[in-house]
């Protein structure tokens, strides 16, 4: 039986049709350990992990094709494979690490160009001032009981 409302064809769960569709690929997204960083702390954390992700056919770089290979391969361990899917899904993030001062992308990630997208991140990051709930920043019951003792 098919059910057909305008929007949706619905075929029954035992459909030899559903039985030869692949599945969608990456139909869901994959969340990690570092999905909820922020891109300053993914760019620290590869700064600080450099060596790990270098690219051995280009010293001195992390590039793309590496971090690829290296979200795929079965015999690293599953952080490494993890971040490295991480930095590869944040496009903005991967491009801003990439440039250098010219703009110029070439997916490529020097340890300069890090250490400079950390600087202007910490530079577009707005700060956070605590605010005081009563003027002059002292609490009432605080400025009282400096009256009491005196």
Do not use: C
Not at 53 to 77: C, I, W, Y
Not at 80 to 109: H, M, Y
């Amino acid at each position: 039986m098919t059910v057909n409302n305008s929007l949706h064809t619905f075929l029954p769960v035992e459909s030899p049709v559903l039985e030869r569709l692949p599945p969608p690929p990456n139909s869901s997204p994959v969340h990690t350990q570092y999905s909820a960083w922020s891109d300053l702390r993914m760019s620290r954390q590869l700064a600080g992990d450099f060596k790990v992700f270098e690219d051995p056919k280009n010293a001195g770089f992390v590039t793309q094709r590496h971090l690829e290979t290296m979200s795929k391969d079965t015999n690293l361990p599953s952080e490494v494979k993890e971040f490295a899917q991480e930095l590869l899904s944040r496009e903005t993030l991967f491009d801003k690490l990439d440039s250098d001062g010219n703009k110029w992308l070439d997916n490529k990630i020097s340890e300069q160009s890090i250490q400079d997208s950390i600087a202007q991140q910490r530079q577009a990051k707005p700060e956070r001032r605590a605010q005081m709930p009563w003027p002059g920043g002292e609490f009432p019951f605080r400025q009282s009981a400096v009256k009491l003792e005196s």
